[in-house]
Nanobody, 118 residues
Framework: QVQLVESGGGLVQAGESLRLSCAAS????????MGWYRQPPGKQRELLAT???????NYADSVKDRFTISRDIPKNTMYLQMNSLKPEDTAVYYC????????????WGQGTQVTVSS
């Protein structure tokens, strides 16, 4: 029932920054957590960062010092601020929302392409 829409991807040079947005059709307080994933070409989708309903965040080691997850509650929008981008960050980035006890995949956006050139 809930729809998620990612935006903000594009082509940037190594070392530059980009901010991704994930707009939800409903209140983001309806989920226990939300997260950002990415899928590089030819690789599996990986979890990058999560943020709980209470605002607690976690990061994968590969992005811990460069990426920041946040949300704007009145706007029902989650963000991923990406700094010091590397060519290895090139991937399709996805937004997800789910609950702790859910056995299903939760809700997913359509993805937004991020390409980092040297």
């Amino acid at each position: 029932q809930v729809q998620l829409v990612e935006s903000g991807g594009g082509l940037v040079q190594a070392g530059e920054s980009l901010r991704l947005s994930c707009a939800a059709s409903g209140s983001i307080f309806g989920f226990d957590f939300m997260g950002w994933y990415r899928q590089p070409p030819g690789k599996q989708r990986e979890l990058l960062a999560t943020i709980t309903r209470g605002g607690l965040s976690n990061y994968a080691d590969s992005v811990k010092d460069r990426f920041t997850i946040s949300r704007d509650i009145p706007k029902n929008t989650m963000y991923l601020q990406m700094n010091s981008l590397k060519p290895e960050d090139t991937a399709v980035y996805y937004c997800n929302a789910n609950d702790w006890g859910s056995a299903g995949p939760g809700y997913w956006g359509q993805g937004t392409q991020v390409t980092v050139s040297s």
